[in-house]
């Protein structure tokens, strides 16, 4: 049972100190700090300096080594960038308005706030025969040992904080949180789909729209190879419209209205379904990794108790 895990605790005491090279490594780093992370920082640093007006704030940033793009949209681009970044996308405080605002002393500025990593409640479970067979040595097992008694003290926690009591309930619910994540994915993957025909439909639609006088001209013509190479872009536009109407078996076409209205209705509960759906990953990733340590375990003391009996 799961609940016999419990015990195992006061055996961390008793193994020794690990060498110095078999110690843990950290299994938690920093994230990388995004180019759009990097800027707001960097933004926050010069309006603390209060320039006099936004030209010499966008001065402050070319010091910075920032390649500025004046225009209707404000956008720059690091030393190592490979595309510009408009400030109306960083997020709150950071567009153009936003920023004269503060210059202006009508409002004021909130630094961007970096999130702080976080920390997975468990790690998996060293394979300790695995490592073994590979050729590492006793001061690696008796370290292994250890975390794994430790991540695995975790692990009974996680579980208990779940009201998880079984194998078999772990593996159920592993299996029932997969099911939800690719549910949900496989219901974005499909509006994303959506949405990508929707695109292109309306792009065939306009384009048949604007041909269709010049299609009907060169039937008119007796399609004339004079008239073809001379509103070749037009014909070609008409006759991808027409094919791909006639794959989608469309009878009638949709008003433009209408799929722009489709499509932001889509494009909205698609943006919306993205938390749960990160919450969905998460929780089924804990799952998993909770039961392959159920199972890396006992799988490891099975032979250990084996051995004690045979004495």
Known sequence: ????????????????????????????????????????????????????????????????????KRGKYTSVKGARQKRFI?????????????????????????????????????????????????????GYKKWATKFNLKE????????????????EELRESAAAATERYHAMGD????????????????????NYAKT????AAYRKAGYSKAFLEAHREEITLHKAAKAAFDEAGLQKLPKVKALDAEFTELLTKKKAAYPDYRKARNEMQE????????????????????NEQAR
Do not use: W
């Open 1 to 68: 049972r799961l609940s016999d895990l419990i015990c195992l605790e006061h055996q961390l005491s008793v193994i020794e100190k690990k060498p110095y090279r078999e110690r843990q490594k950290r299994v938690l780093y920093p994230p990388k700090e995004s180019n759009r992370a990097r800027l707001c920082g960097i933004i926050d640093t010069i309006l603390a300096e209060k320039p006099e007006d936004y030209e010499a704030f966008l001065q402050k940033l070319e010091q910075q080594g920032y390649e500025v």
């Open 86 to 138: 408009r400030f109306r996308t960083l997020g709150t405080g950071y567009s153009e308005e936003e920023i004269k605002a503060v210059l202006e002393g009508k409002a004021k500025h909130q630094p961007y706030q970096k999130q702080p990593p976080k920390e997975q409640p468990f790690q998996l479970l060293v394979d300790i025969q695995g490592k073994m067979a590979q050729g590492k040595s006793v």
């Open 152 to 167: 695995m003290s975790k692990t009974l926690l996680f579980l208990q904080e779940q009201k998880i009591g079984s194998a």
């Open 187 to 206: 219901s974005i993957k499909a509006a994303e789909a959506r949405l990508t025909e929707i695109a292109v439909l309306k792009t065939h639609i306009i």
């Open 212 to 215: 269709r006088e010049v299609y």
């Open 287 to 306: 799952l998993v990794r909770a039961q392959k340590n159920v199972e890396r375990f006992f799988a490891e003391e099975k032979p250990a108790q084996e």
